[in-house]
């Protein structure tokens, strides 16, 4: 069973940086659809980021701020997120589906079936 731990979260002004990390035990992340989601209160949660064997694709709102990346030797996910902004202020979950075909992973919630607990990301103006 694929278990999938973040970490990285924290407070920071606008304007400033912070690296989320994802671990993932007991299976390799190799051939999975990787994600990053978050949620803030009252809001549904969305999807930030999408890494795949292949492809990688990012919200419109994050596009040239966020930067995913992997690191299959040590079975983790990255989310780089620079030029943060108070919108940007939610619980951020990794997330893991395996994909059926080489296409773009998906953008759904719903398609994915591993998650994280969730980190905390806080931005103040």
């Known amino acids: 069973q694929l278990q999938l731990v973040e970490s990285g979260g924290g407070s920071v002004q606008a304007g400033g940086s912070l690296r989320l990390s994802c671990t993932a ?5 190799t051939k999975y659809c990787m994600g990053w989601f978050r949620q803030a209160p009252g809001r549904e949660r969305e999807g930030v980021a999408t890494m795949g064997r292949f ?3 990012y ?4 596009k040239g701020r966020f930067t995913i990346s992997r690191d299959n030797a040590k ?3 990255y989310l780089q997120m620079n ?3 108070s919108e940007d202020s939610a619980s951020y ?23 994280g607990q969730g980190t905390q990301v806080t931005v103040s103006s």
């Open 93 to 115: 979950y990794c997330a893991a589906y395996s994909p059926v075909g080489v296409g773009a992973c998906s953008f759904e919630r719903t398609s994915y079936n591993y998650w």
């Open 55 to 57: 492809t990688i694709t």
């Open 25 to 29: 035990y007991s299976v390799s992340i």
């Open 59 to 62: 919200a419109d709102s994050v």
């Open 83 to 85: 030029s943060l902004q």
């Open 75 to 77: 079975n983790s996910l």
